[in-house]
């Protein structure tokens, strides 16, 4: 578990390197290279918790007198338009 959340999250895209001071230019490119030369640039698979939600409390938008007898939610995915089940949905 350690050596997948290093290679997904330790990367060349989640890493910043900062020099200050009288740093020779040349020498601190080749002492960084030789450091973190070896990191892959992106993520072997996703971030964890980074899928997005289909259905959020934000699409009840219904304001109901009797939303507190029944406070259930129930979704679909309905086919698009140009579907042939549009209709019969």
């Not at 999250?9 to 020099?19: A, E, H, I, L, W």
């Not at 072997?44 to 304001?63: F, I």
């Amino acid at each position: 578990m350690l050596r997948a959340f290093r290679a997904d999250n330790y990367t060349g895209s989640n890493m910043v390197v900062v020099g200050t001071g009288s740093v020779d230019h040349e020498t601190f490119v080749g002492q960084v290279s030789e450091a973190f030369g070896t990191i892959a640039s992106e993520g072997v698979s996703d971030p964890a918790n980074s899928e997005k939600c289909v259905y959020v409390p934000a699409l009840l938008m219904m304001r109901d007198d009797e939303m507190y007898n029944a406070n259930v939610g129930v979704f679909f995915d309905a086919p698009g338009v140009n579907d042939p089940d549009y209709y019969t949905f």
